[in-house]
Structure formats: C-alpha cells, structure tokens
C-alpha cells in the first residue's frame, strides 16, 4: 500500500513575522549616529526583504538652526542673512493669567539661539502695563542679544492697561519713517511677533486697519506672526497671513 505523509502547518495569521535579534540598524558612519540629526532606524521584513525603516543619515547642511550633517556643530559652512526678530507683548490686565507662559516661552525660544550672532532681538509692548502707556506701542529694548534681550523679558507684567494697538504695532514696526527709532540691520530679514488675546485693534486716528498695515509689513519686507486667543485669531488673519507669516 501506499503511506499518506502529513504535515503540520501553524499559522498565525502574520506575514514575516519575525523577531530580529538586534532590531536597530543604522547605514550611516557611526561617528554620526546619535549625533544633530542623526537617529538609527529599525529592521523589519517587507516584501521578503529584510529593510531598515526611518534612519536619518547626515545630509547637507543648511541654515535651519540644526545639525544636519551630524558632525556636532550647527549650521557650519552656511552662509546666513541676518534676521532682526522684533516681539510685541500685550501688557494689559486680560493678560494676566498668561503673561508668566509668554515671558517662559520667549526666554526659551531667544536663549535656543543666543549663540548665533546672525540673530537679533528687540522687545516692544502692546499696550504697555502702566495707564499712561495705555494704546501706546512702546519700544522697551532695541535689537540686541538674547541675553539683554530676556532682561526685558523678565521685567514684563500685566499692568492695569486695556487697550491693546497690535495693528498699531505691525504699522508703526514696518513703518519705513521708523517711528519707534528701531536699529534694524541693514539687509536683515525682517521678523515681528505679536502676542495677544484680544482682536486686533488702533488707536490712531484715524484708525489703522489689519490690512493697511499687512500693507506696509510687505512693502517693507516684514514678516508678521501671531500667537493669538482662537476666538480673535480671524481679526488678525488680514494682517499676518499677506506677510507669510504664521497665525
């Protein structure tokens, strides 16, 4: 007679699945890995092929305040345009409750780059905190380095003020007469930050509107970012988004 071979298959319902021994895989040099940018990725078996997924090899570098090529220094070899970083803080009452996030937030962001020299920073408010500063756009430390700059960070309050000029702000900022007596530096991008949490307002009369000063923002070349409470954020929209800027 004729002998029946059986076979035993246990399948659990996966395709390769396996389990490598060591999961990490890294085609890179590997005096980068760990280095900027650069991570090691993992094994995983797609298509009957054993592939590593999402390593980050060293790329070329470029001025985006990272290391790409993973070589330990930041932006070397990259020629940089200057850029003057102009912020607005509202002073008023109504910000009470988040002035401390905004002085915490600004502190980190300058002292992130306070070792390039490429970069300047300039403190205003919007309105100021005292009540003869109400409406007024005051220029309280002209561009300088993070360190002095967040000197002035450090001195910001909500005052007993309550009327916040942020479009004021942006025109009097971009404004080519310079009324605020800004030190910009010549061929220098143009940055202004505004934080509020209030609608975009003036107090010029006649009153400026959002677009008038979107306007003059980029005949001037400046772009203008906000951060803003969501239920004003459609007031500032005309003022920034024409700017390139972030809302």
Excluded at 7 to 19: K, P, S
Excluded at 39 to 64: H, M, S, W, Y
Excluded at 223 to 239: C, E, K, N, R, W
Aim: hydrophobic letters at 40%; aromatic letters at 8%; charged letters at 20%.
């Amino acid at each position: 007679g004729h002998r029946r071979l059986v076979v035993a298959i246990h399948l659990n319902g996966l395709i390769d699945d396996i389990t490598f021994t060591n999961p990490y895989c890294y085609s890179g040099s590997m005096a980068s890995i760990g280095k900027g940018e650069c991570r090691p990725g993992f094994f995983q078996c797609r298509n009957g092929v054993q592939t590593c997924i999402g390593e980050v090899l060293p790329k070329a570098e470029v001025c985006d305040g990272l290391d790409n090529n993973c070589d330990g220094t930041v932006d070397e070899g990259v020629n940089r345009k200057p850029k003057d970083i102009v912020v607005c803080v509202d002073e008023s009452g109504s910000m009470q409750a988040k002035i401390a996030k905004v002085q915490s937030t600004t502190r980190n962001w300058a002292n992130k780059f306070a070792n390039r020299t490429d970069l300047k920073f300039a403190l205003e408010s919007c309105p100021g905190r005292i009540w003869e500063e109400d409406s007024q756009v005051i220029l309280r430390t002209n561009l300088t380095n993070a360190a002095a700059f967040n000197v002035e960070v450090n001195k910001l309050y909500a005052g007993n003020t309550g009327y916040e000029p942020t479009i004021d702000a942006v025109f009097m900022t971009a404004d080519r007469s310079n009324p605020l007596g800004i030190n910009w530096t010549p061929g220098a991008d143009r940055i202004q930050v505004l934080f509020g949490d209030e609608e975009a307002q003036s107090a010029a009369l006649p009153h400026i509107t959002a677009v008038e000063a979107a306007n003059v923002a980029v005949d001037a070349g400046m772009v203008v970012h906000g951060f803003i409470d969501l239920q004003y954020s459609a007031t500032y929209a005309p003022m920034i988004l024409p700017t390139g800027g972030r809302l």
